[in-house]
């Protein structure tokens, strides 16, 4: 499994559900604030809102949350103000690691991710360090188990999507950033079974990690996003199928 995150992906362990559930909303409400300061509360005109809008809705926010959220972000109600930031570092095994950081207060966040790192055996680097081995596309999820690979190609190209390929359960296409809005929404009204569509950072190549190197950085992954001003997290690794399971159940 190659190691790209997604921001509203639900972690691994159990347990943890409502702990869980409680950061996914924080970290999608703090996202549509910040897309609603910076393109306008219209989701209509504003890609990265309606974006954070589709996720909110993917795990049941409820609608006055999302509303609260934007008219934050707009000004009509007072809220936090938050600032950009991306971190970058390398996992154990060379592994490199870009974290998208939304934070009320840098010299809070900054020792936060570096301590994670050091905790686990990385280490934080400098701006553009690996930024540069990542690429941002468009990733539209669907279910597998409910539309033929031929079908899916067929209307995924008529859509204008570049690409798309099977990943274990589900089919992945792939789209210029610009575009996932559009040939989400095309994909949508041609009853295509879609579970997730968000534009993310994808690695250009991948580093395969196995034993202790494996375990840590899946450890690490997983220690910066449960951090609060964490908003996604991307990884170059690639990870056996079997590695992953034996993490999981130890």
Known sequence: MSGHSRWSQIKRKKGKA????????????????????NGGGDPKGNMRLKAAIESAKEVNMPADNIKRAVQKGTGELPGESYEEITYEGYAPGGVAVLINVLTDNRNRTGPEIRHTFEKFGGNMGSAGAVAWMFERKGIISVDADKISEDDLLEKALEAGAADARRVEKAFEITTAPAQMDEVRDALTRAGVPITEGQVMYVPQSTVRVE???????VKLIEALEELDDVQSVYANYDIPDEVLEAISAA
Request: net charge positive.
């Open 211 to 217: 034993g202790k190197d494996a375990t840590s950085v």
């Open 18 to 37: 409502d702990v869980q559930r409680g950061k996914l909303f924080s970290k999608i409400l703090r996202e549509i604030t910040v897309a609603a300061k």
